[in-house]
């Protein structure tokens, strides 16, 4: 069971009362309001009653229950940061790399050594929503728990399979002042929000959007990597970057990108290629697809698009539980895809000159 990835492991016992997240709690204005932690399994639970989370906390105030479960959410964030740095050891990259000592910056995180020394490298690219790096997705986390809500069992498997491991951030996109007080002093910052009443955002270069930031990490991390086989898991929202980014990058992500691994994607082969057909092509050959459906694990399931990689069952019907639930059958096929591509060369292999270089970038 997925479970043991979190209560078997003698690291993630020895810290779990040093990485508490009621410690991060303990240090707001809701210690008595959320009154909660994960436990052992790594499901939410209150500290006295033993229950999951409950939403309405105040009687007939919808608006105090969610500013209350915004809070909840920034400190579940806060707290899988601290997992993905110390239980999975993964480093913090700041981007963009040229960025000013005042300029808002954006992250990701990555393996130790992953650019320099790891053969095979997998890119994890969440769903859009409020939720960040390592996440999955929120609701499940609160929901269900960590292992089936954050992507540290991914990290872990792949880590335990000698592979490096990027994990991407693209729904880090702008800096709030209202929130952000460090980018703005205090007096100032007063004066600007009291003059209109809307919340300021600053979009952080490189990072502006989903698509942005996964082309950015591409350009000035991926592509440039030792790493001769890539893989991407790319959930929801996730699988439309990655396919935008597959029409920016043509040559070099066809080169590069070994396999895909979709769970409910979002993308549009159609109208997101523009009928390229080499893209189409590529996409259904070495692209996969789970999706919440009915069926058992790994079945086939029927798509309306012709040009659609093959699609099967994640296993089950419900969108939080996919990534979770096909977690061993996506690895399963990226095995197996990554044990074709060294026995067998790419069709889409163009010899690589200083003008069809420069002529990548300009490529869609």
Known sequence: MMMTDFTREHMWLQIQHELSLRKLIEGSEYQEELKYDFNIKGELRHLDTN?????????????????????????ITQYVYELLERVCMLQKVYIPTDATEDEPRSFFFMSKNALTSSSSLIVLLQDHGVFCAGQWGQRTIVSEGLRHGTQIPFIKMALQSHRGVIVLNPNDNFVDLKTEKERLGSSTREEALTS?????????????????????????FISK????????????????????????????????????????????????????????????????EWVSNSKPLDKAVGSLV????????????????????????????????????????FRYSPVATRSSTSKKRDNK
């Open 196 to 220: 209109t009443q809307s919340v300021w955002w600053i979009p952080k270069r490189g990072s502006s959007s989903p698509e942005e930031h996964t082309i950015y990490v591409w350009d000035h």
């Open 51 to 75: 229950e999951s989370f409950v939403f309405n906390y105040y009687k007939n105030a919808h608006e105090q229950n969610h500013k209350r479960y915004q809070v909840l959410g920034h400190l």
């Open 225 to 288: 990597s030792t790493a001769k086989n890539v893989a991407f898991i790319a959930h929801g929202y996730g699988g439309l970057a990655f396919v935008d980014l597959l029409v920016q990058r043509k040559w070099e992500v066809m080169n590069k990108v070994y396999s895909v691994a979709f769970i409910d994607s979002m993308h549009n082969t159609q109208h997101q290629t523009r009928s390229d057909p080499q893209i189409q092509e590529w996409i259904q050959k070495y692209c996969r």
């Open 306 to 345: 012709k040009m659609n990689c093959p699609t099967v069952s994640a296993g089950t019907e419900r969108y939080g539980l996919a990534p979770s639930c096909c977690l061993h059958a996506i690895f399963k096929y990226l095995k197996s895809t990554l044990k074709t591509k060294t026995t067998t060369s």
